[in-house]
Nanobody, 115 residues
């Protein structure tokens, strides 16, 4: 069974940084595209960033220049480095991948940005 476990969230002030981690197990991490999503309070879950097996990355416009997604295949872990955090970055952050056409999600980690 595939497990995704996020960590690294917290409460920070605007302008601060956080590094989220998503540790995976039960899958061939090396060949998997990994994604981060955010769900703000009362809103739908939205795409934040993705990284392919070969390291190609994509970001939502709001994250470009501030967020960096990376992966460590030796540790089966994907990271999301978030710099210069803004109030609108507040939400629950979820790690996600696809296996056998099914979306698999972690339990999420909460990020709160205050002024």
């Amino acid at each position: 069974q595939v497990y995704l476990v996020e960590s690294g969230g917290g409460s920070v002030q605007a302008g601060d940084s956080l590094r989220l981690s998503c540790r995976t197990s039960g899958m061939n991490f090396n060949i998997a595209r990994m994604n981060w999503h955010r769900q703000a309070p009362g809103k739908q879950r939205d795409f934040v960033a993705s990284i392919s097996a070969n390291g190609s990355t994509n970001y939502t416009d709001s994250g470009k220049g501030r967020f960096t997604i990376s992966r460590d295949n030796a540790w089966n872990t994907v990271f999301l480095q978030m710099n210069n955090l803004k109030l609108e970055d507040t939400g629950d952050y979820y790690c996600q991948t696809t296996r056998k056409s099914r979306n698999i999600w972690g339990q999420g980690t909460q990020v709160t940005v205050t002024s």
